[in-house]
C-alpha cells in the first residue's frame, strides 16, 4: 500500500481520471554502441528502456527502487545519448555460485534508492563493473581482473502539468581496483586502489553531467 501512497501524491492525475496509480517511472532510448567507454554515449539503432521501480517506501520520502535496463549515458559538450547497461547495472557473484563456474555474471537488474520531497527526486545507484580479464602468467606470475566500482547519483525535477520526471544532473564516479603480482617474488601482492578514477588512469573528481537534450522519465505501471 505504501508504493500507491507514494505515487499517490505525485500522481493526483492518475488517481482522479480512475486510472491505475503508476508503481514506475521509465525512459525510452536505445543502446550504447560501447558497452564500458563511458565516455561514449553513441547509441546503437537496439531500443531500450530505463526503469525504476518502487519496491518500498519508507518514512521521510526515502524509497527503495529496482533498475532495470541501465541509465542515460551521455558527456558535457555532447550531443549523444545511449542508455548504459554494463557498468550502470553492473555484475554479481560468488566462487561458489552455482551454475556460474565461479565467475560473475550480469546483473539484469540492481537495487537503488532514491528521496522525493513533492519537488525533487534524488535516486542513487552503485554497481560494479568487471572486464573478467583475470590471468595467471609465466614464473607464477597472476593478474586479477579490473574491476570498477560505479556510483550514480540522478537529480529529477518533478512536473506536475505532465507527470513526468526531467533528469537535470548526474554526478557520476567509478573507481579501480586491481591485483598482480607472482608467488615466487618476495613481494608476491602489487594492488591498485583508486577511488576516483579518471580515463586517462590517474585519480579524477567524480563528474558532474548535464543533459545535451531533455531527458524525461514518466509514469509506468
Known amino acids: 500500500m505504501k508504493v500507491i501512497y507514494f505515487f499517490a501524491m505525485i500522481s493526483a492525475l492518475f488517481l482522479f481520471s480512475g486510472k491505475t496509480v503508476a508503481q514506475a517511472i521509465t525512459y525510452q532510448g536505445f543502446e550504447c554502441l560501447s558497452a564500458t567507454n563511458t565516455n561514449d554515449p553513441t547509441p546503437t539503432n537496439i531500443p531500450a528502456v530505463s526503469r525504476f521501480e518502487v ?37 554479481a557473484g560468488i566462487p561458489e555460485a552455482v551454475g556460474s563456474g565461479g565467475l560473475p555474471f550480469r546483473l539484469e537488474s540492481i537495487e537503488a534508492t532514491g528521496y522525493f520531497n513533492g519537488q525533487d527526486l534524488l535516486i542513487s545507484v552503485n554497481s560494479i563493473y568487471t572486464d ?67 580515463e586517462s588512469g590517474i585519480f579524477a573528481v567524480p563528474l558532474i553531467l548535464t543533459p545535451p537534450s531533455s531527458i524525461v522519465y514518466r509514469l509506468d505501471n
Do not use: W
Not at 560505479?150 to 586491481?178: C, E, R, W
Open 55 to 91: 519496491i518500498e517506501v519508507l518514512d521521510g520520502g526515502i524509497v527503495r527502487l529496482i533498475l532495470s535496463g541501465g541509465l542515460p549515458r551521455f558527456v558535457n559538450d555532447g550531443q549523444s545519448v545511449c542508455i548504459d547497461r554494463d557498468t550502470a547495472i553492473g555484475f
Open 132 to 198: 573478467l580479464s583475470a590471468s595467471r602468467g609465466t614464473f607464477s606470475s597472476f593478474r586479477t581482473s579490473r574491476i570498477q566500482p560505479v556510483s550514480n547519483i540522478l537529480i529529477f525535477d518533478y512536473l506536475a502539468k505532465t507527470n513526468s520526471f526531467v533528469l537535470d544532473k548526474i554526478i557520476h564516479n567509478k573507481g579501480f581496483t586491481q591485483t598482480s603480482g607472482s608467488t615466487g617474488s618476495l613481494t608476491p601482492f602489487m594492488e591498485t586502489i583508486i577511488p576516483s578514477f579518471g
